[in-house]
């Protein structure tokens, strides 16, 4: 029962004639002039003002109207940023980020821009004709905000200039070099994290595998590779990485690290998670040949305790391509892309409809479902799972990651669930790069790791206990993906990051390596207060009693050194027909499977694992499993919905209440200080006039707080449009404000 915007259509925009005035030489040489000019505005180490317009209106969402404030607008090789002539007001936000303000856009957060001319909406393409200048300059951005800026009222030369700048920083194919991750690491402080006793395992040293491998008992089964310091042996793979212990390093080199058993975690039971990428596909009968002596050596490794039964799941087969994960979310974004009040409540009663037909719920609903069956095989069949895709970098990080979420406890806490992306999203190689587009090389922006951040999210919102950190944390880590002082999501892979992290001279000469920043140090972002926003206050960690708590050893328990299951013959046959095994058929690819039978198969009995799991009582430090059917997968409010006014709740939902929570331990701890402390009868007094302004607050907070704005001006209820507009006359009561009672006096 929301609307989307005139500009959210989901049909694509219309071609337009719109090209720059100036060249990008031209916009360059204009914008290092105008840089020199100003000198007033606020800007990071590294950031240069490029361009500015005076006498820009922005306005607001509000229906009908055209209020707004007057500032100026701005492009640096960093954000593009709207600065209001008025004089700000004293209520500093509660979360608030250091680096970014309400009003500015990094340049990699831009999505598209629109010009209107003359009352006509047309989408604004590099390198295309410009005409006339536009009267107003509508930004979508990736976060979801838009922003409407006119330039009615601004003299025609800056108009020009902004806007060409905005169009050839923005759109414009760029070099990686040229990204302002480099400028502002090369003109910050020497990046030192903070919180080092607490620091995120970033598995870029051999010691951290091996710290891995010790607390999930790999060790006995599995050892780290340091072929790959200096990236030898593939340019994809990380510098140390994780085999089984006898597998021979000469296979590693054999096919630069594809078709080798990558270990990811170990299971309870004493199994495997493993990775693969696939072998080439298209080779004549000579490299075939060689493909199959070469994986029949790798079943030889795993066909022998405790690898007797190896069950690949061939990714690239049984999920969405990356084509149609692209078009489903382009389909679903525009669904938050409001322009104005009146288009949200103009279409919301189509809305429902809308959201089934983008399918990004479904996808969602997919992605979970292929990790429960995992879990079956790893937790119910006691089968090794052997993840397989081209590169092992797309959805072998989503299951993979998924799947110890769902069955290691450790990965739902906070640090736990950062060296996870660490381990198998970074140094795994996910290509950031390209499949966000921070180059704007292509439109073949895939969101896989999006994907991934709105599957977890329904495991949060489903199991709020289990979870360390707060839904707020995943929707700020959302947002970090497009702000370009973290190298985290910037790179597509380590060796890239470690190619491009030598500083260079005004002679291009190497003068020594960059020290680049990660995202995992909140405090860079937050400032202490804001931080407790990230943590989620219903989660309660094991007590150190029962963590060193010996339990009796039951069939559940790690087996380190013995199999769980009797060993059983290995497959290892020939290579057609009968005297083929499961594995080498399940790795050679669809033109083997023609020759041969695939008869061999393990049937997935999950729906029955599924199911007996959901009868039992749910122990948040343990195994859990996400609901999958409907209605149980729903749109991440938070994220998506936060900046629409119409779409709040106020005073209302998930997030306010825990917000109350967190007001509420406050105040338990501040009574346990007075009553240690013992303070005179004023400070008290003071003390309790504290936390009953908080309390007042919170009464009229948003369901989206902490993003939504407190104040909503134009206001209607969630129902469809044709019933409200026949109560708008009759009733008013649906424009007036929450009223707050004092419960104490009554």
């Given at each position: ?57 922005k ?70 004709a ?99 310091e200096?990236?030898k ?39 495997a ?23 029949d050596?790798?079943e ?18 049984s ?29 919301d ?28 095989y ?11 895709e081209d ?15 769902m ?98 001279d ?5 003068r ?14 937050f ?7 990230l ?35 290995s ?12 594995f ?10 023609k ?10 009995n ?21 609901h ?51 303070p ?31 104040h ?12 409200w ?22």
């Amino acid at each position: 029962m929301l609307g989307i915007g005139t500009g959210g259509a989901l049909k694509s925009p219309k071609q337009p004639s719109f090209v720059s005035y100036l060249t990008p030489e031209e916009i360059d040489a204009k914008e290092k002039e105008q840089a020199e000019k100003v000198d007033d505005v606020l800007l990071l180490p590294g950031e240069t003002l490029l361009c500015e317009a005076s006498n820009v209106f922005k306005c607001t969402q509000d229906e009908g109207s055209q209020r707004g404030v007057c500032g100026r607008l701005i492009c640096t090789n960093f954000k593009i940023a709207f600065l209001c002539d008025e004089v700000p007001d004293d209520n500093t936000p509660e979360f608030k980020n250091k680096i970014l303000g309400e009003n500015d856009i990094t340049l990699q957060c831009v999505d598209q821009l629109y010009g209107v001319f003359d009352d006509k909406k047309k989408v604004l393409i590099s390198l295309t004709a410009l005409k006339k200048v536009p009267k107003k300059l509508i930004i979508y951005c990736k976060d979801f905000r838009v922003f409407n800026f006119c330039l009615s009222y601004s003299k025609e030369e800056e108009v020009k200039r902004i806007v060409s700048g905005i169009i050839h920083h923005t759109l414009s194919p760029k070099l990686l070099k040229r990204l302002f991750l480099f400028s502002y690491t090369s003109a910050a402080p020497c990046y030192i994290a903070t919180l080092a006793k607490d620091q995120t395992m970033m598995f870029d040293k051999h010691n951290d595998w091996r710290l891995e491998l010790d607390r999930t008992k790999g060790n006995l089964c599995y050892k780290v590779l340091s072929l790959n310091e200096a990236y030898k042996v593939s340019e994809r793979l990380p510098p140390y990485f994780v085999v089984p212990l006898s597998l021979p390093e000469e296979c590693v080199y054999k096919f630069q690290g594809r078709g080798i058993p990558i270990w990811c975690w170990s299971t309870q039971n004493g199994l495997a998670l493993v990775k693969m990428a696939s072998l080439p596909k298209e080779v004549d009968d000579f490299a075939m040949q060689e493909q199959r002596m070469f994986l029949d050596s790798v079943e030889k490794t795993l066909h022998r305790p405790p690898y007797e039964e190896v069950r690949i799941e061939d990714l690239s087969v049984s999920l969405p391509s990356l084509s149609e994960i692209q078009m489903s979310y382009t389909r679903f974004k525009q669904l938050f892309l409001i322009d104005n009040a009146t288009d949200f409540w103009d279409t919301d009663s189509k809305w429902f409809s809308l959201l089934e037909s983008c399918n990004w719920l479904e996808i969602i609903r997919q992605c979970l479902k292929k990790a429960i069956e995992v879990i079956d095989y790893l937790e119910s069949q006691r089968i090794n799972v052997v993840l397989k895709e081209d590169t092992a970098s797309d959805f072998c990080c989503l299951i993979a990651s998924l799947v110890q979420i769902m069955m290691d406890p450790h990965f739902r806490t906070r640090h736990g669930f950062q060296s996870l992306i660490q381990k198998e999203w970074v140094m795994g190689g996910h290509a950031f790069l390209d499949r966000c587009n921070h180059l704007r090389k292509n439109d073949n922006e895939a969101p896989v790791f999006l994907l991934f951040l709105d599957c977890v999210w329904q495991l949060v919102q489903q199991y709020p206990l289990a979870f360390e950190f707060s839904e707020t944390y995943l929707t700020v880590l959302s947002d970090s993906i497009n702000i370009p002082i973290f190298s985290t999501f910037f790179f597509n892979s380590p060796c890239q990051r470690d190619a491009h992290k030598w500083a260079e001279d005004g002679l291009g000469k190497q003068r020594g390596p960059l020290s680049f920043y990660t995202v995992w140090d909140w405090s860079v972002q937050f400032e202490l207060k804001a931080l407790s926003f990230l943590n989620n206050p219903l989660y309660v960690g094991k007590s150190k009693l029962e963590k060193s708590r010996k339990a009796p050893r039951s069939k559940h328990q790690r087996q380190l050194s013995l199999p769980l299951t009797q060993s059983k013959t290995s497959n290892k046959r020939g290579f057609f027909k009968e005297e083929t095994g499961p594995f080498i058929k399940s790795l050679l690819g669809k033109r083997i499977s023609k020759l041969i039978n695939s008869s061999d198969e393990v049937p997935s009995n999950y729906r029955v694992f599924y199911e007996n799991w959901h009868r039992k009582p749910v122990d948040f430090h343990g195994l859990i499993l996400p609901h999958i059917e409907g209605p149980d997968i729903c749109p991440w409010a938070q994220r998506h919905l936060r900046w629409i006014p119409e779409a709040q709740v106020m005073g209302g939902g998930n997030v306010a209440a825990m917000q109350r929570i967190l007001e509420l331990m406050d105040e338990i701890q501040s009574l346990k200080k007075k009553v240690k402390e013992r303070p005179n009868s004023n400070h008290t007094l003071a003390k309790e006039n504290d936390v009953e302004t908080r309390r007042k607050k919170s009464v009229r907070r948003s369901s989206l707080y902490p993003f939504a704005l407190l104040h909503i001006s134009s206001f209607r209820p969630s129902i469809s449009t044709t019933t409200w507009r026949s109560w708008e006359a009759g009733d008013e009561l649906v424009n007036r404000d929450d009223e707050y009672f004092d419960l104490g006096s009554i």
